[in-house]
């Protein structure tokens, strides 16, 4: 069955990096785009980033462009966000989803989450 | 302030149908067929219950079906029962610029 293990959340000041990792099982994962979506403490879901199957494109929204960068390493089934420049409002439980399709914006399996909390 | 406009909430009786609305524009719900719904318990993931407008994954019950009418995505869940209080969440590909969007989320009480 598909599974999808998010892993690299924590506590980390403002300004500080963060990385967070999304290891794939039950499906290839080079088939498929990729992507994350976060949820603050009480409020809705916010898309954040999405990488294309084989990496050739990603797309940031647009409060975390130039801070976060996404990555994949199809070998080794896990995907990457690399977190820069945190900010008190990107705390949030990270999540990350598989597309239905190569780059479809359906969410068809997701995460558990993993927590980030930028906090002085 | 979310691209997408959800009602904060909706309510129904059991076996009553509620019918939640998503409100975008011509860039986003009215420019394409890549509207999705999906199902928040509290402290879980979301999960898919329609895509594609109308469609529905494997395992989702046939009591929740998707519309859209120009700007307008709606979700109707008919025969209300108790586990389907929950918060629902509405998407749509918004082209190469904003890509994703999704709505604020409407909670969904069963009276």
């Known amino acids: 069955q598909v599974q999808l293990v998010e892993s690299g959340g924590g506590v980390v000041q403002p300004g500080g990096s963060l990385r967070l990792n999304c290891t794939a099982s039950?499906?290839?994962?080079?088939?498929?785009?990729m992507h994350w979506v976060r949820q603050a403490p009480g409020k809705g879901l916010e898309w954040v980033a999405f990488i294309r199957y084989d990496g050739s494109n990603k797309y940031y929204a647009d409060s975390v462009k130039g801070r976060f960068t996404l990555s994949r390493d199809n070998s080794q089934n896990t995907l990457y966000l690399e977190m820069n420049s945190l900010r008190v409002e990107d705390t949030a439980v990270y999540y990350c989803a598989k597309d239905l399709e190569r780059a479809s914006a359906i969410f068809d399996y997701w995460g558990q989450g993993t927590l980030v909390t930028v906090s002085s | 302030q979310s691209a997408l406009t959800q009602p904060p909430s909706a309510s129904g009786s059991p076996g009553q149908s509620v019918t939640i609305s998503c409100t975008g524009t011509s860039s986003d719900v009215g420019g394409y067929n890549y509207v999705s719904w999906y199902q928040q318990h509290p402290g879980k993931a979301p999960k898919l219950l329609i895509f594609?407008?109308?469609k529905r994954p494997s395992g989702v019950p046939d009591r929740f079906s998707g519309s859209k009418s120009g700007n307008t995505a709606s979700l109707t869940v008919s025969g209300l029962q108790a586990g389907d209080e929950a918060v629902y969440y509405c998407n749509s590909y918004a082209g190469a610029n904003n890509f994703v969007v999704f709505g604020g989320g409407t909670k969904v009480t069963v009276l």
């Open positions: 039950g499906f290839t994962l080079k088939n498929y785009g």
């Open positions: 594609e407008v109308n």
